[in-house]
Structures are given as structure tokens and as C-alpha cells.
């Protein structure tokens, strides 16, 4: 049982930037391979970043390549997404979610994590 917890969020100007922060608790942090993901009102859930279990693997979307970084501190059981040069496009509500598995590798879709938090809300003014 993995309880995962998004802060970080809020309202910026385009062009700004936010950290957003997954606190992690039960389970084993290290054995889990996490994701973030974004929804927008009227739209379905996709994909924003992942990040292995080792961090030797990290993905991040085509929309957000060169703007945003996963990564992740074990030590905190926290997982990061720095994001940089913000959008308006990228008004949406943010969550992070955690798949634990015996192997390396990320997962991109949603239905691949078991566990997923409350969200957190990012919007960008333009």
C-alpha cells in the first residue's frame, strides 16, 4: 500500500516555472517506478513524465520536452518535476502515481500504475 501526496502547484505567468513535489509513503519507495500525468478540463489524462526506479531512465512527453524534468530522492521518498517555461497549455491538474515492480524500465499509460494521488492544480496565465 503506497500513499502519494502532490504539492507545488499554483498560479504563474507564462514563461515562469513551479517544482512540483510527490511525497511517498508505504510500500517501498525504491522498488517503485513513478509517473506524473496531467489532466485539463474536457480532456483525458495524458501522459507528462516517468521516471525509473533506480532514476537511470526518465521519459518525458513530446509537449514538455526541454521544459520539464523528472527526477527523484530516495533518501525523501519524494519524486520531482521541475517545470520550466511554462504554458498556458499547461494549465492543468497534476498528479503523480507509482507502479512497484521487481524491474527497471517507466511506464507512459496510465492504466500501468496501481497507485495515484489527490492531484495538484497548475495554472498558467497568459
Do not use: H
Not at 34 to 53: C, H, L, N, S, Y
Not at 58 to 87: C, P
Not at 111 to 117: K, L, P
Request: hydrophobic share 35%.
Amino acid at each position: 500500500q503506497v500513499q502519494l501526496v502532490e504539492s507545488g502547484g499554483g498560479l504563474v505567468q507564462a514563461g515562469g516555472s513551479l517544482r512540483l513535489s510527490c511525497a511517498a509513503s508505504g510500500g517501498t519507495f525504491t522498488k517503485c517506478a513513478m509517473g506524473w500525468f496531467r489532466q485539463a478540463p474536457g480532456k483525458e489524462r495524458e501522459f507528462v513524465a516517468a521516471i525509473d526506479r533506480n532514476s537511470i531512465s526518465t521519459s518525458v512527453a513530446d509537449s514538455v520536452k526541454g521544459r520539464f524534468t523528472v527526477s527523484r530522492d530516495d533518501l525523501e521518498k519524494t519524486v520531482y518535476l521541475q517545470m520550466d517555461n511554462l504554458k498556458p497549455e499547461d494549465t492543468a491538474v497534476y498528479y503523480c502515481a507509482a507502479k512497484e515492480t521487481m524491474y527497471g524500465g517507466f511506464y507512459v499509460k496510465p492504466n500501468s500504475y496501481t497507485y495515484w494521488g489527490q492531484g495538484t492544480q497548475v495554472t498558467v496565465s497568459s
